[in-house]
């Protein structure tokens, strides 16, 4: 297949190129003739965004989803150009996280956007922080006992969102790298001093940064200073105009730089439903203008698509190239996929997207195969 005309966002560059792809893969961008052709004259072809933190969208929560019912998200996904995902787990019992992975393990294997495996935001993670996430299910840990209650699909990558602080958070970090997790620091209020430990044990991304964990404070540096200050800590954020305002965005990205910050949807079961009451964790989130809240009024994650993140951050004159790199290379960098996906090079897979000039999603490709 040949993509002709685009304007093809590479990792360092925007270029007006030909792209072939040939078995599923990138083989070249020095155009020629390779059977079917599509016209992309106007438009940016960029990698298909990698969302590694989502609840759930069109009426579904991936904590009470049917394989068919995932599969739904995926392809709701893959026309907002989210070529590949992470299902995102609040804390939740024992039973409930089998079967969320089993339908998962069914699933990732269907059409649509690719799931890549699983991310448990919790269990072990800090009360004082909860956000909307369900207290009566937080952990401490005690041993590696204590893993045999978070299952995995197989061949799966696995991410948690922990909170040094809790009781065995430093321990756990130390197994979790051992066992292969991609460990984020998130739902905290530790201090520097646990921050160190818990970097010298192995994490080394941050969950949503500045949401849901201690506020940056003068005489008191806690999560967001280090994050900040650590070269070798990146964080993700949730770019929706709401969990942060656009000043702060622009604030992180200054500091930080693009190279340091992944975007996530953080998106629950809402998205893509529009403004209404929706039954989600047990409880009535309630979304209005698009900001969610629960009955305690906390805001409960959010109903954009990776698609909105990037929009807003162009619209505050974000340059394609950043972007492809937050939405696609960093969060493939996190998950150690980066090798087989995440940009636009000869040897990865075909995950692209193709915006207008209006930034609608004119075409997506997962592997090659045209799914929108
Ligand atoms: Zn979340």
Aim: aromatic share 6%; with cysteine.
């Amino acid at each position: 297949m040949l993509l002709r005309n685009a304007n093809v966002v590479l990792p360092d560059r925007e270029v007006k190129a030909s792209v072939v792809i040939a078995d599923g893969k990138i083989a070249s961008l020095e155009g020629g003739s390779a059977g079917e052709e599509i016209d992309l004259a106007g438009a940016t072809l960029l990698p298909g965004f990698i969302d590694v933190h989502i609840h759930g969208a069109v009426g579904i929560d991936v904590m009470d989803a049917s394989a068919a019912d995932l599969r739904k998200v995926s392809e709701y996904l893959a026309l907002q150009g989210v070529t590949s995902w992470l299902p995102t787990f609040v804390p939740a019992s024992d039973e409930n996280y089998a079967s969320a992975v089993a339908a998962i393990s069914e699933a990732m294997s269907g059409p649509g956007a690719r799931i890549l495996g699983v991310h448990y935001e919790g269990p072990f993670v800090n009360t004082a922080q909860c956000g909307a996430l369900h207290t009566e299910y937080f952990k401490t840990y005690s041993g590696p006992e204590d893993l045999n209650s978070l299952p995995l699909p197989e061949n799966a990558v696995r991410m948690i969102t922990l909170a040094p602080e809790v009781s065995g958070g430093i321990e756990l970090i130390r197994e979790l790298k051992e066992l292969g997790w991609v460990i984020s620091i998130g739902h905290t209020r530790a201090d520097l001093k646990v921050l160190e430990e818990a970097g010298d044990a192995g994490a080394h991304h941050m969950t949503h940064f500045m949401n849901a964990m201690a506020p940056l404070h003068h005489r008191s540096p806690g999560p967001i200073a280090w994050g900040l200050s650590r070269d070798d800590v990146t964080f993700d954020l949730i770019a929706d105009g709401i969990h942060l305002d656009p000043f702060m965005l622009r604030l992180l990205l200054k500091v930080k730089g693009t190279g340091g910050i992944s975007l996530i949807s953080d998106a629950i079961a809402a998205a893509g439903k529009g403004d209404g009451d929706y039954n989600i964790w047990g409880e009535t989130i309630t979304v209005k203008n698009g900001r969610t809240a629960n009955a305690s009024g906390s805001i409960a994650g959010s109903v954009i698509s990776m698609l909105d993140a990037v929009r807003l951050l162009h619209s505050l004159g974000i340059s394609y190239v950043d972007l492809a790199r937050m939405a696609s290379l960093n969060p493939a960098r996190l998950l150690g996929i980066d090798q087989v996906c995440g940009s636009i090079e000869p040897g990865k897979r075909a995950d692209l997207v193709a915006l207008d000039q209006q930034g609608n999603v004119k075409l997506t490709l997962i592997a090659g195969n045209p799914c929108f």
